[in-house]
Structure formats: C-alpha cells, structure tokens
C-alpha cells in the first residue's frame, strides 16, 4: 500500500492565469534487490530497511530524487551521465557510501523551474 511521504504545492501567477502545481512524493516499500528506486513521484523501498537505522538518508535521497525528475522531466535519464544524479554508490551494504551521497547528489537549485509536476490546475 503506497504511503504519502510528502507533499508539495507551487502556486504561480502570470497574467495568462494562475496554475496550480500538486507534487506528492509516494512510498512503496518493496522487496527489490535495490536499496531504493524512484520513478517520478513514486518511491520504491527495501522493506527490511523500513526500521533500519539508515531509513531516513534512504528516504531523503530517494526524496532528492522526486526533486531531480520534477526538475528535469525525462531528460533526467539522458543527463544521468552528466549529473551526479546518484551522488556515488549505494548498493545493499554500502551504506557509508549512501551517507556520502546524500551531500553529493546534484539538487536542482532554488530557481531551476519545474520541467514536469504530478498535477497541475490552471485557471
Ligand atoms: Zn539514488
């Protein structure tokens, strides 16, 4: 059953109108042999890791992740190679290597506009 792990809402005015951006962050936790996987605004998990100590620089790298695509669409998987998307290995059992990427890891800055939102209302 999908968790809401977060959410976010962007309002913009424009003289055109105003839009209504909606962007949830859903978590899964799944047995894949990942630590974790994300795809647009959906978190995939590894279940062991749901009370594991290391739980919450999973879910907030997972969580840069939902940033990355919202910031660059599906252009993310063309500029991965470009990026330090990943921000360094984080297989099963490298977890120092997960606590290292979560200061690694390329964020869109302040003022990157959105490329992609799970929802948005214009009126
Ligand atoms: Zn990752």
Partial sequence: MPELYGWEVGIQATSEGISVSIDPAFLIWTYL?????????VILAHAPLRENG???????????????????????????PFLNIEGGDHELGGWIGLQECTTTTWEPPDEWPALWHFLTLSF
């Fill in 54 to 80: 290391y739980r919450n620089l999973l879910l907030a790298h997972e969580f840069t992740h939902v940033k990355q695509f919202q910031s660059l669409g599906v252009w993310i998987y063309l500029v991965s």
């Fill in 33 to 41: 042999p990942e630590n974790g996987m994300t795809f647009g605004n």
